[in-house]
């Protein structure tokens, strides 16, 4: 049952901007960390350009679950999960992230703020917390305004992307992954290996 | 780019060199892993060591590989001579690229077994090669002979001071024992670690659990302590790997071997007629202690994560535990109920026995327990076919999704369908 990142983008009109991240990558194998870390970051500022302002959706890739929630005023989280971790507890967290962000980052600085430039680090905080769902307390949150049926499901990253579209190339363009992950990426899809996207 | 036949030979004897100097380096090298890397960079070595982590970068992988592997079984088939060092260095370079090598792991036993090479290593090397792949079936064969190995030689030199002289040679009898326990021990203790590791690195992890379990049975038989030590340390790590079906399947062994254990004692204490019956009166009551803890986890964990078959699977197993165990106390008691079995039969209502029930006999504390009892002492509820309903019925009440929903109710029927029949 695990988190693996936690990030704030800002949704804008055409690609999200990344605010701050968290990551937790102590159970990948050492030399894999930071492609990895690169690839959720990509990962994530995609979903949350796919996503609808105001909606919720848990995107299922191979074994991990990510979780996004883009809110009204385009301020969006974002949280990678395996598939163990209960929805409902991430969704909680979700919230509780942007709430706090928003009320300590002041809005002008979200359409072209950066990780650097942001003063918010609550965030490694709340990862680690919420590594053990039940001591983060959230389950016992009754969780009113969510409505689950509301949640959209896909089932892969695919069907995020428009008729067409084809991830490889999405991949080859991301200005978030560097040589060696598009290299890496390159090798593990042509093996058909574990590792396609992370 | 390495191509040609020269250049591989010089590129594999480099890196050979390189891997056995980092292990020189560092003796605590805890990890090893593949670096993405397509292209070679000008002259400098595949091999990287960062802190405690040992990497090979990829791109020299198809040469080397195959290139070991070849000069490996050349050897093997006696056309081509290595010496021992190299025979080491060779083994250990291709089991780190693959680790389900046979061959290779056969050629240190025989280095094992000439005495060259210390079983230590091939725990190491063993141990490093799950980090990156921890289901390697290889390894963790290799790994149970190394360690039948280790436990062959620690009997025969415990064996082999029975022959001592009086005096003196009593203490450092007793001295070595103590050492040879403690070695037995350690090595105990570092098989769970490398298990937990490795279970920890690929879900239900079938190969890490079977050879825990193994270790358990060659290595602790008989040790209700340590079997009690495994399910009590394992309560979090399964509360945090609720789909893990071999994690799950460990505590249904480990309760299955405690229920065995618990039941020779009280059944030796039958056969020798000596005692009142506290041996029988203790293992009843831990028993029950078990089942009851065993009960409470499943049903936390069924109601904090809806939705996981596991959970599921895991509470039948323990409930039919429970039947079995329920049966044979009636059967070894020819028929009737023991005195200490205060809560008769089906046909009660499960509810009036949620209360706490008191013992009826004094059980006088035993030395090998560190539980006081006292008289009045109370029991918790046991497991029971009413209680099993009402926690279902629970369930379906409370908003449970689907999964939910569609386990309990294949539950109930088979509640419904093999409990009810059972004698």
Redesign the interface.
């Known amino acids: 049952m695990k988190l693996y990142s936690l990030s704030i983008h800002h949704k804008g009109a055409t690609k999200a901007n990344l605010l701050k991240a968290a990551y937790d990558l102590s159970s990948f194998s050492f030399f894999q960390r930071s492609s990895v870390q690169e690839f959720m970051t990509f990962t994530s500022a995609l979903i949350v350009e796919r996503t609808s302002q105001g909606s919720r959706a848990s995107v299922k890739e191979q074994e991990y679950l990510c979780h996004v929630y883009v809110r009204n005023d385009n301020l969006s989280a974002v949280v990678v999960a395996d598939t163990e971790y209960p929805q409902r507890v991430c969704f909680t967290l979700l919230d509780k992230v942007l709430e706090e962000f928003s009320r300590q980052v002041d809005s002008i600085e979200w359409p072209s703020g950066s990780p650097e430039t942001i003063n918010y680090k609550a965030l490694d905080i709340h990862l680690s917390k919420y590594q053990n769902p039940r001591e983060a307390d959230a389950m016992t949150k009754v969780q009113a305004e969510l409505d689950e049926t509301k949640i959209i499901l896909h089932n892969t990253m695919e069907s995020l992307l428009e008729r067409g579209e084809k991830l490889d190339d999405l991949v080859a363009k991301s200005e978030h992954l560097g040589n060696q992950s598009k290299a890496f990426y390159k090798t593990a899809r042509k093996q058909n290996s574990c590792c396609e996207i992370m | 780019m390495a191509e040609c036949e020269e250049e591989v030979e010089v590129l594999v004897q480099r890196v050979v060199k390189d891997i056995t100097s980092a292990f020189k380096k560092n003796p605590s090298i805890d990890?090893i892993?593949?670096?993405?890397?397509?292209e070679a960079r000008y002259n400098r070595s595949p091999i990287?060591l960062?802190e405690n982590?040992l990497?090979v970068e990829?791109w020299c992988v198809k040469f080397l590989l195959p290139y070991v592997h070849n000069k490996l079984l050349l050897y093997r088939q006696r056309k081509h001579w290595l010496d021992r060092e190299a025979l080491v260095d060779i083994t250990c370079t291709v089991l780190l690229l693959n680790p389900d090598f046979t061959t290779a792991w056969n050629v240190r036993k025989e280095l094992l077994q000439s005495g060259v090479l210390n079983p230590e290593k091939d725990l190491y090397l063993g141990q490093l090669a799950l980090?990156?792949f921890p289901k390697s079936p290889e390894t963790w064969i290799h790994r149970r002979w190394v360690l039948q190995h280790v436990l062959a030689q620690l009997a025969a030199v415990g064996s082999s001071r029975k022959h001592q002289q009086s005096g003196e040679g009593e203490q450092v009898d007793a001295d070595r024992r103590q050492e040879l326990s403690d070695h037995l021990a350690r090595t105990l203790h570092q098989e769970m670690k490398v298990c937990s590791d490795a279970a920890?690195?690929y879900?239900s992890n079938y190969n890490a659990w079977s050879h825990r379990i193994w270790v358990l049975q060659h290595m602790a038989r008989g040790n209700a302590k340590v079997f009690h030590d495994e399910l009590s340390s394992m309560r979090l790590w399964v509360s945090?790997?609720?789909?893990d079906h071999s994690g799950f399947h460990y505590r249904q062994f480990l309760l299955k071997e405690l229920i065995h254990e618990l039941s020779q004692s009280a059944g030796e204490e039958d056969l020798t007629g000596e005692g009142e019956g506290e041996e029988r009166q203790l293992s009843f009551i831990t028993v029950l202690q078990l089942f009851h803890q065993e009960m409470e986890l499943i049903s936390d964990l069924i109601r904090?994560?809806p939705g996981?078959e596991t959970l599921w699977s895991h509470r039948r197993h323990v409930f039919f535990l429970w039947q079995q165990w329920r049966r044979d106390q009636k059967l070894s008691n020819g028929g009737e109920l023991a005195q200490g079995d205060v809560w008769g039969g089906e046909s009660v209502n499960g509810q009036s026995h949620s209360d706490a029930m008191e013992v009826e006999r004094v059980c006088l504390p035993d030395p090998r327990d560190s539980k006081r009892l006292k008289r009045g002492v109370h029991l918790p509820a046991p497991p029971s076919l009413p209680s099993e309903y009402t926690f279902v019925s629970s369930v379906l009440d409370s908003c449970c999704p689907a999964d939910q929903r569609r386990f309990a109710m294949s539950y109930k029927k088979w509640l419904d369908t093999v409990i009810v029949q059972e004698p």
Not at chain 2, 33 to 38: D, K, M, N, R, T
Request: a positive charge; one cysteine or more; aromatic letters at 4%.
């Open positions: 990890e892993g593949v670096i993405p890397c397509p990287v960062v982590k990497g990829s980090t990156k920890c690195r879900p945090m790997h609720v789909s904090s994560f996981h």
